[in-house]
Each structure stands twice: as structure tokens, then as C-alpha cells.
């Protein structure tokens, strides 16, 4: 029995309960949802009821094999980018035949550049982070096996050096319908006529909070973040406005005249796009994500967001780990591989905090990773999201979208870059976060909720 069915046949019983009997509606004739074109115009009561149903049994409406999450996008890529992209031997979305060193001296890195077998791609210097590695490709088509084993041979070449995989990381959310599956979804059109960001806004917001995002692009035209302040940075400085990066805009800074506004309306935002969608070159990678907490750290940004997940990528760890030291706080969902799902990062590394996602009953994402990373829960479903190249909001589910609540109420807290701030905002949160589950912090909640009233649904939009 498919879960359409079994939603289908949920909401039927309720309108029976609530319509009068001449109006009572049959699963065949069933237009629609309410909320969704040709889907029933129902009054407000009874869809406030209606609404209910749909959240009661959101639980539901998730893939059917949620540990294929991260390997359907990773699928996707593979079939838009085959001569950049390959799995590696364990499975892992890669650039194809690149490898990422940090060596430990100018020795290792001479022997490294006289490999026969590799080619320097280009040096990266990131400045604001005092770190340097190089980016090189194999001279031919490899392998995963044989990928894997040139990496374990510059590894015991350089036991004090890192050498790893271009990994390629992947967003934790689904914009436009409550599940990836696209099974169920209400939208709300935006009646706002703003053409241009409110000056008396932006000039709040320059002066405000500072938070960071590295994501996909961003849509700075849509409503939701016209009064804000946003500065992007990637793609040789093209727009290359995406869905997941301009929702997770939207819940950090966006504030409009129809009702929704984000964790911290009119902040001044700084937007690493890493994807560059619609480009010719694949995005995602180790190298851009890099680039971007630097340039975070040049701008002394106090909070980042990354709602990206993937394997511990070593190269990567260190660039975390010099932006901590440079005062700034990583937020970053837990993902939305299963509960058995092993760790995924950033949010597992040390110091970075972990989100997960619970929908309006307080319960959380089935498909939510479980685990020790877990800092806090926050609202990742039964919500929406400003849509990219539109002026409504779409319905957006996913861990991908409670990390920039978190990371939002955090930036409140302390404007830029600054590590006893970063310490004092943290435990400020902890303090009011409503313990769920086990009791004190658990593998499913971590601390607890927060942000619970941040949440934004479809009914509470003008």
C-alpha cells in the first residue's frame, strides 16, 4: 500500500468527519491537496484542521529508503559532470583523479611535484587562515582502487603531512515539497510589491550581526531578502541563484511584508556560493568550501552555516579547525542519511555544532542522523522557505534547514568574530533549549529544542 494511499485515505476520513454528508469527497475524484492547485478551497477551520493531518503524519512522508538520500544527489551529479566526477572505493562523490596535499616540509612537497604520476592543478593560499595545499590530478584515468592506493602511498610517504581525496559535499534538505519524494507540498504566493531593499534596513544591517554562509547560490531579488544586506562571493563573481542556497538565505536574514522572517531578519549576510549552478564545471568540492571559510574569516564573520554534509575529509578538517581558531562558529546539520547512518561533516568534527530537525509535533526527521554530534534540534519541517527566480515560499524539509535557526539565534548573540563570545553564545542557547526525549542531552535531540517559534508554515503567511 503506497503512502499516497494511505495519506490520501487519512485526510478523506477526516473531511467525512467534518463536511456535511452531500459534500463528503471520494478518493478517485480527489483533485488535489489543500493548498495545491485544483486542490479543495476549504474554510479556515477546517483547513487549519487539514493542515494538522498533514503535519501529524509528516513521519511519513520521507523516502522510502532514506540512507539513498545523499547517493540520489550524488547520482544526479554524476550524470550532469561524468569526465569531472566518480566514486571513489568507498562510494564517495570525488573529483575525478585529484588529490588534495597538505605536505608537511618543502621536501615532501618537492618529491610530490616531481611525481611522475601527478599533475599540479594549482596552489591554494588561504589567506585569513595562514594555510597552503596543493591540488594536483593524476596523469591518467584512475581507478577508484587505484586512486585509493596512490593516496595511501603519499600518506606513508608523509606520515606528518594530509593527503586526501577532492571530496565533493552535498546539501541536507529538499526545497518545494515536504519530502523528497515530492509527495505532498502547499506553496504561498507573496503579495509583497517591494522592488528594492529598504534603505532604512540595509543600513541596520550593515551595521548589525555579520553571519556567513557557504551553500549554493543565492536569489538576493526575492522578497524575503530584499531588506537585507547580502554579500556574495564564488563563480567569478556571476549570480548563480539555486534553491537550497536561497531557502537557507532566507531562514538566516529574510524578513518581508507577508509574514516570514528568518532567525535574524536584516543581519548583514556574506554568501560563498560553492556550486555555481548552471556552470559548466561541477561544484561542491573541498577546495571552494575552503575558499570560503578564509574568505569568512577575512570578513571577521561571527557565525557560518554550512548546510552541506559528507565524509571526514582531512584537508578539510584543517581548514575547519584554523577557522575556529580565527574566533568563528560553525554550524552545520547532522544530515539525512538514517539513524544508523554513520557521523557526517562538518557537524561530527570537534567544536562545529551539530543540528537536527524535528517538525511542529516536536518529533524528530525519521531520516535525521542520530548521534553524539548532536548540539540541538530545531525546527526542519512543516515550514517554508523563500524560492529561488520566484517571489513565494516553497515548502522545505531536511537538516539542512534547522542548522541556519541554530546558526541564526547564535549570530544574536555576538556580532563577529570572537571565541570567548562564541563559548558564552553557545551556552546561552543551551540554557533555553527545551529538553526532548531521554532526559538531559541524548543522540536524538543532543541539548534539546530551540527555535521552535522561528518556525514558518504556509497558514501563518498574509
Known amino acids: 500500500m503506497s503512502l499516497k494511499f494511505l495519506l490520501s485515505a487519512a485526510l478523506i476520513a477526516t473531511l467525512q468527519a467534518v463536511l456535511p454528508a452531500q459534500a463528503q469527497v471520494r478518493l478517485p475524484s480527489l483533485p488535489g491537496l489543500p493548498g495545491q492547485p485544483g486542490g479543495p478551497h476549504l474554510p479556515g477551520d477546517l483547513l487549519r484542521r487539514t493542515e494538522s493531518l498533514l503535519t501529524s503524519t509528516s513521519q511519513l512522508l520521507v523516502p522510502a529508503d532514506p540512507l539513498r538520500w545523499r547517493e540520489r544527489l550524488g547520482d544526479q551529479l554524476l550524470r550532469r559532470f561524468p569526465d569531472q566526477l566518480q566514486r571513489n572505493a568507498a562510494e564517495e562523490l570525488v573529483f575525478s583523479g585529484e588529490v588534495l596535499a597538505l605536505p608537511s616540509s618543502d621536501a615532501a612537497k618537492r618529491r610530490l611535484l616531481e611525481d611522475a604520476g601527478l599533475t599540479l592543478v594549482e596552489v591554494s593560499t588561504l589567506e585569513g587562515l595562514d594555510l597552503a595545499w596543493l591540488r594536483l590530478r ?83 531579488a526575492h522578497p524575503a531578502l530584499q531588506r537585507s544586506t547580502v554579500t556574495r562571493r564564488g563563480c567569478g563573481g556571476q549570480a548563480r541563484p ?82 575556529q581558531a580565527q574566533g568563528l562558529l560553525i554550524v552545520a546539520p547532522v544530515g539525512n542519511d538514517g539513524p544508523a547512518a554513520p ?84 551556552n546561552a542557547l543551551a540554557r533555553e533549549a527545551i529538553d526532548l526525549g531521554a532526559p538531559g542531552r541524548d543522540e536524538v535531540y543532543g541539548i534539546g529544542l530551540v527555535g521552535a517559534s522561528l518556525r514558518v508554515s504556509a497558514s501563518d503567511l498574509r
Open 242 to 323: 539555486a534553491a537550497h542556497g536561497t531557502a537557507v538565505a532566507s531562514l538566516l536574514v529574510g524578513d518581508s511584508d507577508v509574514g516570514f522572517r528568518g532567525a535574524l531578519p536584516r543581519a548583514r549576510l556574506f554568501a560563498m556560493d560553492v556550486y555555481c549552478e548552471g556552470g559548466a564545471q561541477a561544484g561542491g568540492g573541498v577546495a571552494a568550501i575552503a575558499e570560503g571559510l578564509a574568505w569568512l574569516a577575512r570578513e571577521r564573520v561571527g557565525v557560518v552555516n554550512i548546510s552541506l554534509v559528507g565524509p571526514p575529509n582531512a584537508l578539510l578538517r584543517r581548514v575547519v579547525e584554523a577557522a
Open 138 to 220: 593524476a596523469t591518467s584515468r584512475m581507478t577508484p582502487a587505484a586512486l585509493a592506493a596512490l593516496i595511501a602511498r603519499l600518506k606513508a610517504d608523509d606520515p606528518d603531512g594530509a593527503y586526501d581525496y577532492h571530496h565533493v559535499y552535498l546539501d541536507a534538505g529538499e526545497v518545494g515539497a515536504t519530502g523528497p519524494t515530492g509527495a505532498i507540498g502547499t506553496r504561498a504566493g507573496s503579495t509583497s510589491t517591494a522592488a528594492g531593499a529598504d534603505a532604512a534596513g540595509a543600513a541596520a544591517s550593515a551595521a548589525g550581526p555579520r553571519l556567513g554562509m557557504i551553500d549554493s547560490g543565492v536569489d538576493t
Open 343 to 426: 557521523p557526517l561533516y562538518p557537524a561530527a568534527w570537534p567544536g562545529v555544532i551539530g543540528v537536527t530537525a524535528v517538525d511542529a509535533r516536536r518529533r524528530v526527521l525519521v531520516e535525521a542522523v542520530r548521534g553524539a554530534q548532536v548540539a540541538f534540534a530545531a525546527p526542519g519541517s512543516d515550514m517554508v522557505a523563500a524560492e529561488a527566480g520566484s517571489r513565494v515560499y516553497a515548502p522545505v524539509r531536511g537538516t539542512s534547514f534547522a542548522s541556519p535557526l541554530v546558526a541564526g539565534m547564535l549570530a544574536a548573540r555576538f556580532p563577529s568574530a570572537d571565541r570567548a563570545a562564541a563559548s558564552s553564545a553557545f
